[in-house]
């Protein structure tokens, strides 16, 4: 049998008591000089250590076989950004993520731990696990108490690696159609580009797209020109009209009758915006055919092909293809809008350019003269304006005296039928000399001030949109006003209008 050394260790205890008694005070001295040390501005992490190294003296003299467990560093938040993640042995932390790098867990985290693009490897115990775009690889000494979830990657499992919940997979392979999808997340969507060159996925779903703008081309040759001549004469107005459209469909679905209506504009604007899409390939393409001077690129249907396939180029550009994606929504919804304008109103004027039926010439002419009605400028917006507020002070005045506030807003509707189909104007528009008229030729009567009551509803709802359209519409008409046919016109002085 050997002998054991002089000093005692746990395997081999002190021969004699005096010894033993001699270590425990020589120990006990030990912590006491160290718990006195932080208040001679010493550091905690020499404290630290000397407790423990007091510690590993008593349990000697007491002469126990087991050695005390490492303590782990306690940290709050570790987080790594464009950087791996490495959490040690002896770390305890909160939480820790990392994101556009690759982590490795062989510490404690107390909480979550979440990797985003990149790859994760576990091995210590942790409360949840998280990968999205990346793959997990857990130990043998993995320990996950809560859930495990990894999206866009595969989970490799060690046997020995124990999980408290069954782990979530989506996009590990086990679907090819949920496969594709996340790799065209992870390498277009990510990345600012609607097309990934490495994936087929993408060059399916815009292929699929570019024969759905030549199928509308081909069965809607004029629309879709019509709308390419609008991109070209307007090219300004038709962006500005298409970054507005989305703030005004938000505008409208803030309101509570908006709501009724916001699904059928949605269908619309869709509807308009592939339609302006093929406009926008086929401008961009006789663009092409101008600049080098080819009469062939720039026929309607070679030209959809040439700028489609420049559009579907820029869309694997990084960041690139997210701005010209945008910019060529903005102009396929403002061209499409522009166009269907301005054939709304070829459409009135030659409505009202025809010529009245036999019998009724006569009595149109006497309605409206030459130099009368329908030869006076339109109102602007601010005539409106203050038209407007004397009305409502007028009606906000009787309803205060009458004690009847609550009947402000039906009061105000019959008050404009009222004096709209008897005098074709109000006595707010009457002092600032503006009247009704309607763009048919006829006197402005109660069918016609019905609707456009309800079209001022309308108008007042949609956030007062409907009123302030009549300061930027060319004819100067709000939407009341489009609705039912008619326009407010400035009388000029001396013609009586009550």
């Known amino acids: 049998m050997s002998r054991c050394p002089s000093f005692p260790s746990a395997n081999c205890p002190p021969r004699h008591p005096q010894m033993r008694t001699a270590l425990f005070a020589f120990s006990f001295l ?75 867990v062989l510490g404690e985290v107390r909480g979550d731990v979440t990797a985003f693009w990149g790859d994760l490897e576990v091995n210590g115990p942790v409360a949840n ?117 989305p703030i005004i469909i938000v505008l409208i679905a803030i309101t509570g009758i908006g709501l009724v209506i916001v699904p059928f504009l949605l269908i619309a604007v869709l509807l308009a915006t592939v339609l302006g899409k093929a406009s926008v390939m086929q401008y961009m393409g006789q663009q092409v055919g101008t600049l080098v001077r080819s009469k062939f690129i720039q026929h309607p249907g070679v030209a959809l092909f040439v700028g489609g396939a420049i559009i579907c180029l820029l869309y694997c550009v990084p ?30 004027s030659q409505i009202v350019g025809e010529a009245p039926p036999e019998g009724e010439e006569s009595m149109a002419m006497v309605h409206v003269g030459p130099g009368t009605d329908s030869t006076y400028p339109p109102a602007g917006f601010w005539l409106r304006f203050c038209a407007l507020i004397l009305d409502w002070f007028i009606v906000g005045t009787i309803s205060m005296i009458t004690s009847a506030g609550l009947l402000f807003i039906p009061g105000l509707l019959m008050y404009y039928l009222v004096m709209w189909s008897w005098k074709e104007t109000t006595l707010g528009a009457a002092v600032m000399n503006i009247k009704l008229v309607c763009d048919r030729r006829k006197k402005v009567d109660f069918p016609v001030a019905f609707v456009r009551a309800l079209g001022t509803v309308l108008s007042f709802g949609m956030l007062g949109l409907g009123f302030l359209w009549s300061a930027v519409s060319r004819d100067k008409k709000s939407w009341h006003d489009i609705i039912a046919g008619t326009n407010v016109v400035r009388v000029p002085d001396g013609v009586k209008i009550l």
Not at 324 to 345: D, K, P
């Open 129 to 245: 696990c998280t990968v999205i775009f990346g793959s997990l690889k857990l130990g043998p000494n993995a320990d996950v108490a809560g859930s495990t979830a990894v999206i866009g990657g595969k989970i490799d499992k060690h046997p020995q690696a124990t999980l408290g919940r069954k782990p979530y997979n989506l996009g590990g392979g086990e679907s090819p159609a949920v496969a594709s999808m996340v790799d065209w997340m992870k390498f277009g969507l990510l990345f600012g580009r609607p097309v990934a060159p490495q994936v087929a996925f993408s060059w399916v779903m815009a292929g699929l797209c570019f024969l759905c703008y030549l199928v509308l081309a081909v069965l809607f040759p004029r629309p879709v020109q019509s709308c390419t001549y609008t991109l070209r004469a307007r090219p300004a107005s038709s962006f500005l009209l298409g970054m507005l459209i």
């Open 319 to 348: 960041l690139v293809g997210a701005m010209v994606w945008c910019l060529s929504i903005m102009f396929a919804m403002g061209a499409a809008s522009l166009s269907t304008i301005e054939a709304l109103r070829i459409e009135g």
């Open 30 to 104: 030990l912590s006491v000089l160290f718990s006195i040390a932080p208040a001679q501005n010493q550091g905690a992490a020499e404290v630290s250590d000397a407790r423990e190294i007091a510690t590993v003296i008593l349990n000697a003299a007491a002469g126990e076989t087991n050695a005390p467990a490492i303590r782990r560093e306690q940290l709050s938040e570790v987080n790594r950004f464009y950087d791996d993640l490495l959490i040690e042995e002896h770390m305890s932390v909160k939480s820790a993520a990392v994101m556009f790098g690759n982590g490795k």
